[in-house]
């Protein structure tokens, strides 16, 4: 029997979706213009993430103000992390800055380099056809600096924009979660753990990723220093950096250092970098990577490295923490269908196999029996 809605109810219903419309309609023009300010945001939540137990500390536990209590862990974020980012970019930008680049030479230090392989070892690296190319080769890296300059401002436009975002978010800590959670479709059970999933990803790569970069910043340091390489500080935080960057890592640094060095006339020097970076800086790099995942929230390798490919074209630098949370809530809402909406099914609404959060009982939902 179908029953007719009376004309209240269906005014009701299209006053909703009128209203759900215009929601949706301002969202995509504010997300159009408001995009360049993105990363800022995106950072204010993943340290709104880290910071909310220091807030409620304060104001829970010490019983101090929420207003003087959000000031001065905002102020904690500029001094220990804002200025200290910022400084990096401007080391790096300064020293760069007095770095000259010419083409011509780059070139003839390669061929020489060739020529010196050819005599000694009878192989030929260059042939008339990909001679011609060494040219381009050459030029790359003569915009760096002016690429750096523009990503400069955008740094301190995203800083100011994350220090007034975190302020206002931590003043209304206690009601900006449950707003959240209004809002979402779930039930309150899976609204649990998706917040519980959140925050385990949100900590392992906001705790681990830096981490493993001054780790591997600091071996890299030592090496760069033993093999003569040139302003090896600058480079050692390039290579830090570059343990965002997937697959190639902090190979993009320590290889063309290795290969320069032999270019120079220092074939044993450059050979040696290159097995140290194969041997020692990469190998760092897997051993504190897995160690820290099984710490942390034991994230599947895949969805970092995917998570982060997809991750810093979205969001830029952020996007080493909310890429592999894209793709983790993305896996997390089918595996929520499947043990939902299929009957029998043996999904587990988790994405992180360990997750050091308190567990929840779920109604009707049984773990599946490992197999022996």
Not at 312 to 324: A, E, K, N, S, T
Request: proline share 4%; net charge positive; aromatic share 12%.
């Amino acid at each position: 029997m179908i029953v007719e809605k009376s004309p209240l109810q269906r005014k009701n219903r299209e006053y909703r979706y009128a209203l759900i419309a215009l929601v949706l309609i301002l969202g995509i023009i504010l997300f159009k213009y408001a995009r360049p300010y993105l990363s800022g945001f995106l950072g204010a939540c993943a340290l709104y993430v880290l910071l909310k137990g220091q807030m409620a500390y304060f104001c829970e536990k010490l019983k101090f103000g929420r207003g003087f209590s959000a000031a001065i862990i905002v102020l904690e974020t500029l001094l220990f992390f804002l200025t200290p980012l910022t400084g990096i970019a401007f080391l790096v930008i300064d020293t760069l800055s007095g770095v000259t680049i010419n083409p011509q030479e780059i070139v003839q230090s390669i061929i020489d380099f060739a020529q010196t392989i050819e005599d000694k070892t009878g192989f030929k690296i260059f042939t008339p056809e990909n001679l011609s190319y060494l040219p381009q080769i050459g030029k790359i890296g003569t915009n760096i600096v002016q690429i750096l300059g523009a990503s400069l401002y955008s740094l301190i436009i995203n800083a100011i924009v994350i220090l007034f975002v975190l302020y206002y978010m931590l003043f209304n800590y206690q009601t900006f979660g449950r707003t959240i959670k209004e809002i979402l479709p779930f039930k309150e059970e899976n609204k649990q753990i998706l917040a519980e999933e959140t925050k385990a990803i949100i900590q392992a790569n906001a705790i681990g990723i830096p981490l493993l970069a001054i780790i591997q910043g600091m071996f890299a340091y030592g090496g760069y220093l033993f093999f003569g390489v040139n302003n090896a500080l600058l480079y050692a935080i390039l290579t830090a950096f570059a343990t965002i960057l997937p697959i190639v890592g902090t190979t993009i640094v320590w290889l063309p250092l290795g290969i320069g060095i032999m270019i120079g006339g220092n074939l044993m020097g450059g050979l040696g970098l290159i097995a140290y970076g194969f041997l020692v800086i990469s190998t760092v790099d897997n051993v504190i990577r897995f160690i820290l995942q099984k710490q942390l929230a034991d994230i599947h390798p895949l969805i970092t490295v995917f998570g982060v490919l997809i991750g810093i074209p979205m969001f830029g630098f952020w996007g080493v923490i909310f890429g592999p949370l894209l793709l983790s809530l993305f896996i997390l809402f089918f595996n929520m269908y499947r043990h939902e909406y299929i009957p029998g099914s043996i999904a587990e609404p988790r994405v992180t196999t360990r997750n050091k959060t308190r567990e929840i009982k779920i109604a009707g939902y049984k773990k599946p029996k490992k197999r022996k």
